[in-house]
């Protein structure tokens, strides 16, 4: 068997695991209406950025941005869009995310979509616990299967933090490649 089926045949292994476990604490904890969780971000953000260059790679370079996301409530909130737009010396990024609450699952699910190729992800699906979302979902990179995971935690009411991470291996190892940290900006 090849080493792509392998790592495919993990893959899907990996995302059965992670399903079964995501009902299994769903049953033994009572229903969460998570529909509000993202309101603590509606508004205006300073964002600092720190990417990867090539992930999955063995790269160690980073590149770092600083900017602005402005994020909007949409369907009474149980939507929004989170508008990017950060610039440093490797250039521009103009994107944004669309995260949509399904009432039935009690689960977000988070597209992202720029400028440069006009193309929406695949979602990462997934919820907030105690401050700390994590959303979990398939994409490629390359033309090779990844997981793609990202976790957001808040820090009080004025900043947040948010990590993305990819793996090659179905879970079993995880590569950080993009850190953003944002802080409130205050209407004056």
Known sequence: MGRLNRAAISLAVALVLL??????????????????????????WSTHIKRLQRPLTGSTAWVEY???????????QRANIAELRVEGP??????????????AARQWSVHYFNAADGMLTAPLVGGFRDGRGVFVGQDTLAGRTILVRFVIVTAG????????????????????????????????
Request: with cysteine; charged share 30%.
């Open 19 to 44: 399903s079964i476990a995501s009902a299994a604490l769903v049953a033994t904890q009572e229903p969460r209406d998570g529909s509000r969780d993202f309101d603590f971000e509606i508004g205006e």
């Open 66 to 76: 600083t900017g602005t996301t402005t994020v909007r409530g949409v369907l009474g």
């Open 90 to 103: 490797a250039g521009r990024i103009e994107g944004a995310a669309l995260r949509l609450y399904n009432p």
């Open 157 to 188: 009411a004025d900043a947040c933090r948010f990590e993305q991470s990819f793996s090659d291996n179905g879970g079993e190892s995880w590569e950080l490649n993009w850190v953003a940290t944002d802080t409130r900006r205050r209407v004056r």
